[in-house]
């Protein structure tokens, strides 16, 4: 049977239990494709971000790191995770194009690397594994049944976190 | 919406020069359509040419001076080689100079939309020079939306299909003004 597939666009958050599902972002490039997985509980978060911060309105959580960070960890308790269980990845915050820095030079990517890190140190929270910068595209998927990650790139083969 | 009728007038009109161009440089008959210029919400800029996770071949030009904003050709995989071929002349180029051929005929051919819309307006307008990236689609235009994403939800966008001699549509040419230069360029054409 075809596993059942959610897609998460730019600046979405989902969370999804049905078992054997799969969250999935796909071809992330500056974006963090940023996962929160319950082992006990087999429940799932995927978010696709795609700036460091910002004001989004109400139900925008996702598209910056600063309320995305928040959102997807409390979403995760308030469906009865525990904070201490909850295991956090993220894939992305690449830089495709040399031009496409910001003005000043930096790179957005990895702003949005950092901005992620920096809002789950402030609630006591670090990453289980990661997978972020370079140069090319990913594909980001995660697993509902194992809660691996798996990220697939067009010109580098596959790999899972 | 009559405002944005110049500046498609404009646009459309630079197609041909661009057109043209493309023209000069490779030995068969090349087709871009008439363009689309409408509004698309950021969300869907990654899937603006096919499927976000197909890969292709782009060039990306930054676009500088009075105005910003955002050059982008998006091939075929097999089109890139096949433009490559016909514009080094050679079946095989090298790996350097598949890259460098394609590269260089999107920047003459977009610098044609450019400065066609420069001479329209009075405004300075340049491409940076092009970067050549082969990875997903979605991947490559998403890099753009750091710059439009915080101020706005979609982006005015003109994109253009291009297809050489017999075959079928299987390169793209894509504008993006920044949402605050596109105020300015119509209203320098209305002027």
Redesign the interface.
């Known amino acids: 049977m075809e596993p059942n597939i959610i897609a998460v666009g730019i600046g979405e958050l989902k969370f999804c239990d049905t078992p054997g599902a799969v969250l999935i972002s796909y071809s992330l490039g500056s974006c963090i494709g940023l996962t929160a997985y319950d082992p006990a509980k087999r429940l799932g978060a995927m978010a696709h971000i795609l700036l460091p911060r910002g004001t989004p309105v109400r139900g925008d959580e996702g598209k910056c790191a600063n309320t995305c960070v928040p959102a997807i960890i409390d979403g995760m308790m308030k469906r009865g995770s525990r904070k201490a269980g909850i295991v956090v990845k993220m894939a992305g915050g690449a830089k495709i194009l040399a031009l496409a820095g910001t003005p000043n030079g930096i790179c957005i990517g990895q702003q949005n690397q950092a901005a992620v890190t920096q809002e789950l140190e402030r609630l006591g929270l670090r990453t289980a594994a990661a997978d972020c910068g370079g140069d090319f595209g990913r594909t980001v998927r995660l697993f509902l049944d194992s809660g691996v990650v798996e990220i697939v790139t067009a010109t580098r083969g596959q790999w899972t976190i | 919406m009559a405002e944005n009728d110049k500046l498609y007038k404009a646009i459309a009109a630079g197609i041909g020069e661009a057109r043209k161009a493309f023209e000069l440089m490779v030995p068969v008959k090349v087709s871009i359509t008439t363009p689309d210029l409408e509004p698309v919400p950021?969300?869907d800029?990654?899937a603006l040419v096919g499927?976000?996770?197909r890969?292709v071949v782009a060039t990306?030009?930054?676009v500088t001076g009075d105005i910003t904003g955002h050059l982008v050709f998006v091939y075929d995989p097999d089109t890139a080689r096949r433009l490559a071929a016909l514009v080094t002349g050679e079946e095989e180029p090298g790996e350097d100079m598949g890259p460098s051929a394609v590269s260089e005929i999107s920047n003459v051919a977009g610098s044609q939309v450019l400065n066609f819309l420069s001479n329209a307006t009075g405004l300075r307008i340049l491409p940076?020079p092009p970067?050549y990236?082969?990875?997903?689609?979605?991947?490559?235009l998403?890099?753009?939306?750091?710059?439009l994403?915080?101020a706005a939800d979609e982006a005015m966008v003109l994109k253009t299909e291009i297809s050489l001699g017999d075959e079928e549509a299987a390169g793209f040419m894509i504008l993006i003004p920044g949402s605050a230069e596109l105020a300015l360029l119509v209203n320098r054409l209305g002027s």
């Open positions: 950021l969300t800029l990654p499927a976000a996770d890969t990306y030009a930054r940076s970067v990236v082969s990875d997903m689609a979605g991947a490559i998403q890099s753009v939306l750091y710059d994403a915080p």
